[in-house]
């Protein structure tokens, strides 16, 4: 079993940054593709970025692209979301997710998510 634990949300204003961390408690990320996904209020959840293990590729949202960077630091068993020029539109809860080695598609563990709130 794996729990996820995001941190690092909070209120920043419109062009500002942030950096959301994810780890783990019960297994390693050893293995795993993580990805990060918002939920804004009223909207569905959407895809922001994932990366490979060990780490090797990353993909991203059209809507954050050259923005956002997604990392791991496998040593430390942490994933990272650096979010730069923030925009109102980024508020949402932020979670991680992660999903079982050579499967791909729908991820299988989740956090419980970190607020993010962009003010203008």
């Known amino acids: 079993q794996m729990q996820l634990v995001e941190s690092g949300g909070g209120l920043v204003q419109a062009g500002g940054s942030l950096r959301l961390s994810c780890t783990t408690s019960g297994r390693t990320f050893s293995s795993f593709a993580v990805g990060w996904f918002r939920q804004a209020p009223g909207n569905e959840r959407e895809f922001v970025a994932t990366?490979?293990?060990?780490?090797?590729?990353?993909y991203y949202a059209d809507s954050v692209k050259g923005r956002f960077t997604i990392s791991r630091d496998n040593a430390k068993n942490t994933v990272y979301l650096q979010m730069n020029s923030l925009k109102p539109e980024d508020t949402a809860i932020y979670y991680c997710?992660?999903?079982?080695?050579?499967?791909?598609?729908?991820?299988?563990?989740w956090g419980q998510g970190t607020q993010v709130t962009v003010s203008s």
């Open positions: 990366i490979s293990w060990p780490g090797g590729s990353t």
């Open positions: 997710a992660a999903r079982r080695p050579m499967t791909t598609g729908s991820y299988d563990y």
